[in-house]
């Protein structure tokens, strides 16, 4: 009987012991399982969150602006066909019809945008039957949230003169044909009806005129490099009209016939595949190296040409 009260007992603490270490064990478990989620929590809400910039659009309506080519780049695979034209100066008056009947001069242009901020174009004139190949590349784009405040683009072309060589050019060699034109356009939209670019211009020719001298010495009458800032702004009157004003200063001083500051002013009317610009202005050329080095229309005189370019897109 006594060993009967030990041995029930004995199953008393086991059972008692088995219980405990049962208990803490699930006790354990459910601890471990409520700290995961809390580590994995933590992990997830430290992901950094990265901004997508978004870029100004339409600081300028076109590819031009009077005379002077503007920051803008089309959207990849636009094909723009140009047709730009000045008169005669107006200073003539009624004998050629305010320069409407004098020699005129013409030049048609294509360009096309074959990779994003890239243009690539070809012009042709009936000055000189000057042709050129262009290109024009948008470095930096403006910024909605001003972190980047002004749209830069880089712009340059070949010209050649295609004249057949005679008594009255100067060509010796085929690059003696040759000039070329470096422009880059700083620009800025301060609102949306206001935009502003400047330009600093390089224009460079490998043959120019010359004269000898009393002691048969060959003198330079131009410099082979020419130096130009331009300046244009564009301020919005409606939701398709502008008015667009230019003006270039000459800035490198030549042995003689130094070139004349250009003045022109102006309305843009643009729809969604054409622009079209009507303009005063002192440049009679539409190469513009020809502008840089020989322009000697005199805004004081009222020596102003009237102008219009006509620019037709198409998206592909």
Known sequence: MANTRIFRACMVVVFCVSAGNLMAQSLSTKDTTVKRPSIAQDTTSAAPVVKKKSFTKNTFDGNYIIDNQTVMVPLKGTLEFDIQHRFGAVDHGFKDLFGLFASATMKLGFSYTPVNNLQVGFDATNEKMEVDWNLKYALLKQTRDNTLPVSVTLYGNAMMDTRAKDNTTLFVSTSDRFSYFYQLIVARKFSENFSLQIAPSL????????????????????????????????????????????????????????????????????????????????YSSLMPQNNVLFNQNNFRTGQFVLGFNISRLWNF
């Open 203 to 282: 224009a460079h020719f490998n043959n120019l005129p010359g004269y000898l001298d009393a002691a048969g010495t060959v003198q330079q009458i131009y410099k082979n490099d020419n130096f130009l800032i331009a300046t244009s702004a564009r301020y919005k009157i409606s939701e398709g009209s502008s008015i667009i004003v230019n003006y270039d200063q000459p800035i490198t001083q030549n042995p003689a016939n130094n070139p004349r500051p250009d003045i022109s002013f102006g309305i843009e009317m643009r729809t969604s595949g054409h622009d079209f610009e009507i303009f005063f202005g002192n």
